[in-house]
């Protein structure tokens, strides 16, 4: 591949896949400055590895198994203790109507509650996880993870189920 060539597809693969590779951070890292080292570092293998990309038609696939696999490593390598800290930072108040306030408030609340609770799950449960807010199909969990399309539908059953059981012991959901 070509050095233009190159950073054609890396700015296309960067403008499609920005934002769920930016949730594949907030799912493994709950700390922001983490969160943006971790999406540096994928970002990094990306460019690192678009000469060993065949075809443009497994992209998604591709992407997800980069973003995954180095967010395990990073957690790994990192030695996080698997119920990580929240860190609790000011949401930014950027709306002057109070009714639109409050609800953007409650809004971040939720999400954030999810991924502190997404954050307590082992490593692959998270993984498994962000693929599916991600809206990836089982058959393609399955071609990431490298396990039957079956046991993945069962994985993810019962991490959901972890997951709701968590959220209500919690946050009284």
């Known amino acids: 591949m070509k050095a233009e ?4 597809v890396f700015e296309k693969v960067y403008q499609d896949f920005k934002d769920p590779i930016y ?24 460019w690192n590895a678009l000469e ?8 998604k696939t591709w992407i997800y198994r980069i973003s995954n696999n180095t967010a395990l490593q990073y957690v790994i390598s990192q030695k996080k203790e698997e119920h990580n800290q ?3 930072e000011l949401i930014p108040l950027i709306d002057s109507h109070e ?13 954030e509650d999810l ?11 998270r993984s498994l996880i962000s693929m599916i807010l991600e809206e990836l199909s089982m058959r393609e969990i399955a071609e990431i993870t490298g ?14 189920k972890k997951l709701k059981v968590m959220l209500e012991e919690n946050n009284g959901y």
């Open 115 to 125: 991924y502190q609770q997404i954050n307590k799950l082992p490593a692959f449960d």
């Open 99 to 111: 009714h639109d306030l409050d609800k953007k408030i409650r809004q971040e609340k939720t999400i």
């Open 52 to 59: 060993g990309l065949r075809s443009m038609g497994a992209l």
């Open 5 to 8: 060539e190159k950073k054609q």
């Open 86 to 88: 929240v860190d609790h």
């Open 23 to 46: 949730r594949t951070c907030c799912i493994y890292l709950s700390s922001e400055a983490d969160r943006q080292d971790l999406f540096q570092e994928i970002l990094t293998k990306v």
């Open 147 to 160: 396990l039957h399309e079956g046991n993945v539908r069962v994985k993810v059953h019962r991490v959901k």
